[in-house]
């Protein structure tokens, strides 16, 4: 992390194009919105998720699409590129981009000029790129799923964001600013892990990385007595909370119908229910503590059929 923070100085300076390349979770985002704090642009911090958005769609986000470019488009809209001037554009998940978007890209980073979904215009852009992936988009590239070109035209300053397994020294540092954090978004006293439960995080392997550490510490807050996260209340891959609160450790060795398994479905609909019935209800906390959107939780809480306490 040295070595990251390192390189995060160095590429700040410059107007080039950066490559985070991590493990999903790992904190590339945070990586590029620190590139661009320091980096003295005046303009905003833009993201985008190449993954998140279908295709025949996110070419009007990245670049814009003038009225009547296609059904619906009753007026002008500016793409990410524009709303980025002077600023810094994160392509996050750049590795998922269609081929038929990855050539508009590369011209757009070379010439630095794209046209907007049915104009002719050419607009100039200024923006810096920051990508950010879990793929080697060289390896994708040799094998015929990433132009090459555009690889390298991303790959000007790489920066490898290290899992949580390879930097579990860290774990004590990073539980102690998440809880702090968590505590003020589900505004709730600062909790504190016990010695068992930093143990307990310490020989975890992580396969979600800091993210999967947030969302463990913040369930744990949720339910923590006295601001105090015991063992029990770390809910790690490979167990499942009783109704008595006890763990139930899901072994290999065990036969189907001894262990408790359950669908990531079923998992997520019973961890909402929980935190609607804590927040009583109210959906904005409810959103602050699972980290989602309103239509988000809207959506989950009609796609799994939950109770929505006081309604």
Not at 20 to 30: D, F, L, W
Request: aromatic share 4%.
């Amino acid at each position: 992390m040295l070595t990251v923070s390192k390189e995060i100085a160095l590429s700040a300076g410059s107007a080039t194009t950066v490559l985070i390349n991590g493990e999903s979770g790992t904190g590339k985002e945070v990586v590029a919105r620190l590139i661009h704090r320091h980096s003295g642009r005046e303009g905003p911090f833009v993201a985008v998720n190449c993954a998140a958005i279908v295709e025949n769609l996110l070419e009007s986000e990245l670049f814009g699409h003038e009225k009547g470019a296609f059904t619906g488009a009753q007026g002008r809209k500016l793409g990410k590129f524009e709303l980025a001037q002077d600023g810094t554009l994160l392509l996050d998940e750049i590795g998922e981009l269609a081929p038929s978007l990855q050539a508009k890209l590369l011209r757009a980073l070379q010439e630095r000029v794209f046209e907007r979904v049915g104009g002719a215009q050419q607009v100039s852009t200024n923006a810096r790129v920051i990508a950010a992936t879990n793929r080697d988009l060289q390896a994708e590239a040799a094998a015929g799923r990433f132009r090459e070109d555009l690889a390298y035209r991303l790959d000007v300053i790489q920066i490898r964001m290290p899992p949580l397994r390879e930097r579990k020294e860290d774990i004590p540092l990073l539980a102690e600013g998440l809880l702090e954090r968590i505590a003020a978004r589900i505004h709730k006293p600062k909790a504190k892990l016990t010695d068992e439960a930093l143990a307990r995080l310490m020989v975890h392997d992580w396969p979600g990385n800091v993210r999967e550490l947030e969302n463990l510490l913040t369930q744990a807050s949720v339910y923590a007595r006295n601001a105090v996260i015991t063992p029990d209340l770390l809910h790690l891959g490979g167990s499942r909370a009783r109704s008595d609160g006890s763990d139930a450790a899901v072994s290999p060795d065990m036969p189907a119908e001894a262990a408790v398994l359950c669908t990531l479905d079923e998992i997520e609909a019973e961890h909402i229910q929980r935190v609607l019935y804590y927040t009583g209800g109210h959906k904005g906390r409810t959103t602050e503590v699972l980290g989602i959107s309103r239509p988000a939780l809207d959506r989950k809480i009609g796609k799994y059929g939950l109770k929505v306490p006081g309604r």
